[in-house]
């Protein structure tokens, strides 16, 4: 977790739960606002294996390297 960011902060994250124990696997901070807010957006997997995922403003992706 950023401890940049203000604990009322809207903060927001791309995070993956394990589907049998409920416990979070990964979790990584993707922006700050409400401009980060995905608002039901839905997540796609490019071929690439990053994700992609549609925000207020715009389209952020997230990868692992």
């Given amino acids: 977790m950023n401890s940049d960011i203000p604990k009322n902060a809207a903060a927001w994250y791309l995070t993956a ?11 990584v901070f993707t922006g700050c606002g409400r401009n980060w807010n995905n608002s ?16 207020f403003y715009g389209l952020i992706s997230v990868s692992d390297g």
């Fill in 17 to 27: 739960v394990d589907f049998e124990t409920g416990k979070t696997v990964y979790k």
């Fill in 40 to 55: 039901y957006s839905p997540i796609a997997i490019g071929p690439n294996g990053a994700a992609y995922v549609g925000v």
